[in-house]
């Protein structure tokens, strides 16, 4: 199973940007890696997917090296409303749902 | 569009007593339905997931069970609850062969159940 390693938390200023790294040291061939973004008592939601090298959305970038060892999730200019927990989630190229681990998350805090 | 719908939003339960969460999913057809717990504090732990009607696994042992008795229904039980049964339930959904993690999971809004 390919283990995730995340920092407990960060902290960060509106305006600035973030990027938050995931290892995942044993990630498979197959393996695609997956952030999502969780408010309290809310459920996760997804924010983006990759593969290889970069992937950019409308909300974040994601860059996963060659080795594909580690991956960083980035914030381009946050505000206060992206204060919430970000998982990293390893796993897929067809597996079972039996895979699915999700780590305890970046609580990433934003100050005005 | 897709909708997740789970219910009741929240519980206050004694131990020992029975317990009965319900999800369903709208606008789609086949979905892989799971079962996650989380802890205060914590992160998501799977508890079960289906990739269809009567087909339910188990990730972790415990005195709580799960059916799928419609496409779309996905059901979360238990006989006699334990303190360490609380927590925040959620239900998600996906489409994907293989209910993965490759599958993007949307998730309900999730049920915070206290068993005192």
């Known amino acids: 199973l390919a283990k995730t390693t995340q920092p407990i938390s960060m902290d960060s200023y509106e305006g600035q940007e973030v990027n938050i790294t995931c290892s995942h040291n044993n990630i498979a061939t197959n393996d695609y890696i997956t952030w999502y973004q969780q408010f309290p008592s809310q459920g996760p939601r997804f924010i983006i997917q990759?593969?290889?090298t970069k992937v950019t959305n409308e909300v974040a970038s994601l860059f996963i090296p060659a080795d594909r060892k580690s991956s960083t999730l980035s914030l381009p200019r946050v505000s206060l409303s992206d204060t919430a927990v970000y998982y990293c989630?390893?796993?897929?190229?067809?597996?079972?749902?039996?895979?699915?681990?999700f780590g305890s998350g970046t609580r990433l805090s934003i100050r005005p | 569009s897709q909708t997740i719908h789970q219910w009741p939003a929240t519980l206050v339960q004694p131990v020992g007593s029975p317990l009965s969460l319900e999800c369903t999913v709208e606008g789609t057809s086949n979905p892989n339905l799971y079962w996650y717990r989380q802890a205060a504090g914590r992160g998501l732990q799977l508890l079960f997931y289906s990739v269809g009607i009567g087909q339910i696994s188990s990730e972790v042992p415990q005195n709580l069970s799960a059916s799928r008795p419609q496409d779309r229904q996905f059901i979360l039980s238990s006989k006699k609850l334990l303190l360490s049964d609380s927590g925040f339930y959620l239900c998600a959904w996906s489409v994907g062969t293989s209910g993965g993690a490759e599958d993007t999971q949307y998730f309900g809004p999730g049920t915070r159940l206290t068993v005192l």
């Open positions: 989630l390893v796993g897929g190229g067809y597996s079972s749902a039996s895979k699915i681990i």
């Open positions: 990759g593969y290889k």
